[in-house]
């Protein structure tokens, strides 16, 4: 791949991605797609934006491809960030983000069926389902109010009720400690924009147990 020129000063990648990986249950697979990837100025606090150039992918949910703007849905944005934390680099997330989603779309061109690694659903359901894994709560509502936490300044969110459940303050419980790593990942305003996609999907989350009650 190669970096195309452009106007703002970061950097825009275009062209042949070449990967060659192994899974012991799956084998080992070789496969090359042309993308264009968008790397954020402030990467890697933020996520860069991967498109498959090349048509192969088809643009559909069952493919986790975004139907807004085409782009790959890797997986959830908050433990897309955790995974390029531990190798901060371009190359760390091609290998832990990038490549593994090419093998599970190479896998499912190749002989259907569908993706393996047991796929979270797409888009906003799947990620809160992630976030409910990463923060070890059992609620989306919980999941949705930890995102909302972390997007405001620690000594103002110790003052409000933890998400956990527990009714007490979040600087008072253990659960604070959990929260700290995720700071770390990236900037408040990341976290509030996550929180305000979260709450379009908490809100669908809603009306369907209000339905569900309805009926019952």
């Given amino acids: 791949m190669a970096i195309r020129p452009r106007a703002s000063n970061t950097p825009l990648l275009k062209g042949r991605f070449e990967f060659s990986a ?8 070789e496969d090359a797609f042309d993308l264009e990837i968008d790397v954020p100025r402030n990467f890697p606090r933020d996520l860069p934006t991967v498109t498959e150039t090349g048509k192969r992918i088809p ?12 782009s790959l849905c ?28 090419l093998f599970a779309v190479s896998h499912k061109l190749r002989h259907g069926g ?17 976030y409910m894994d990463l923060f070890e709560l059992k609620k989306p509502e919980e999941a949705f109010r930890a995102l909302q936490l972390l997007g405001q300044k620690k000594r103002r969110a ?23 790593k995720f700071r770390e990942l990236s900037e408040r305003s ?19 147990l209000q339905r569900q009650r309805a009926g019952s």
């Fill in 22 to 29: 192994r899974n012991p249950e799956l084998g080992e697979i």
């Fill in 59 to 70: 643009r559909t949910p069952d493919y986790h491809v975004n139907e807004h703007d085409g």
């Fill in 74 to 101: 890797l997986g959830s944005p908050l433990r897309l960030l955790l995974l390029v934390s531990e190798k901060p680099s371009l190359i760390g997330f091609a290998e832990t983000c990038l490549v593994p989603y």
């Fill in 114 to 130: 569908s993706l393996p690694f047991g796929e979270l659903a797409h888009g906003l359901p799947g990620i809160l389902v992630d």
């Fill in 158 to 180: 110790n003052k409000y009720l933890c998400p956990c459940g527990c009714k007490r303050r979040l600087g008072k419980c253990k659960f604070n400690f959990r929260l700290r």
């Fill in 190 to 208: 990341w976290f509030r924009q996550q929180a305000q996609e979260a709450e379009k999907q908490l809100e669908i989350y809603r009306k369907h």
